[in-house]
């Protein structure tokens, strides 16, 4: 099992470019997320999908969107990157809400210029 | 105050010795809690999770909850210079069904 896997690696945009981060887990969980780790801030919720065909607005969800494609993959959309959106993001999953755990993928570390 | 709290460190401890690690929460309906270690680039990995009050042992990692005090522990026990990292505590957001957390405790474990 692979886990949670995160694409690209490393990205560096423009202001005013966009992109899409993709994100897919091969666990069977229902439940994904993205955060923002900056430093001194720790991680921070931007979306996340509770199940298939669901999503909702976490702590910091201004400037992206994000797609629930199917199960497996769960994407985050930034239309017109801005330096503040500089970061390293991560994508989780968990087997549900509540009490469970969740993994995380590798990280995407993103810069804007 | 913040949500979840930590002392950013660095914590020193020698090799062999015992490593402390602190969090406090404000939320008090919380119910479950993490620890995460992220070594320097990588991803959080999950050490272990804690539900009830009291102690949970693996290996050398104990989890000690006090739900009446508002704070979690981290123990680890014959510290090694691999456990050196970043310790990140997570907390169970009862309102919202979402993990909050600190901004993690740095652990330095000298040889």
């Known amino acids: 099992n692979a886990g949670v896997t995160q694409t690209p690696k490393f990205q560096v945009l423009k202001t005013g470019q966009s992109m899409t981060l993709q994100c897919a887990q091969d666990m069977n969980h229902n439940s994904m997320y993205w955060y923002r780790q900056d430093p001194g801030m720790g991680l921070r919720l931007i979306y996340y999908?509770?199940?298939?065909?669901?999503?909702d607005k976490g702590e910091v969800p201004n400037g992206y969107n994000v797609s629930r494609l199917n199960k497996r993959e769960f994407s985050l959309r930034l239309e017109s990157a801005a330096p503040s959106q500089t970061s390293v993001y991560f994508c989780?999953?968990?087997?549900?809400?509540?009490?469970?755990?969740?993994?995380f993928g590798p990280g995407t570390r993103l810069t804007v210029t | 105050q913040k949500e979840v709290e930590q002392n950013s460190g660095p914590l020193s401890v020698p090799e062999g010795a015992i490593a402390s690690l602190n969090c406090t929460y404000s939320d008090r309906g919380s119910q479950s809690f993490f620890w995460y270690r992220q070594y320097s680039g990588k991803s959080p990995e999950l050490i272990m999770f804690i539900y009830s009050n009291g102690d949970k042992e693996d290996g050398r990692f104990t989890a000690q909850l006090n739900k009446a005090s508002q704070y979690v522990s981290l123990l680890i026990r014959d510290s090694q210079p691999s456990d050196s990292a970043t310790y990140l505590c997570?907390?169970?957001?009862?309102?919202?069904?979402?993990?909050?957390f600190g901004t993690g405790t740095r652990l330095l474990v000298s040889p």
């Open positions: 999908s509770a199940s298939e065909g669901t999503t």
């Open positions: 989780a999953s968990s087997v549900g809400q509540g009490l469970y755990e969740q993994y």
């Open positions: 997570a907390v169970r957001n009862t309102g919202f069904q979402k993990l909050v």
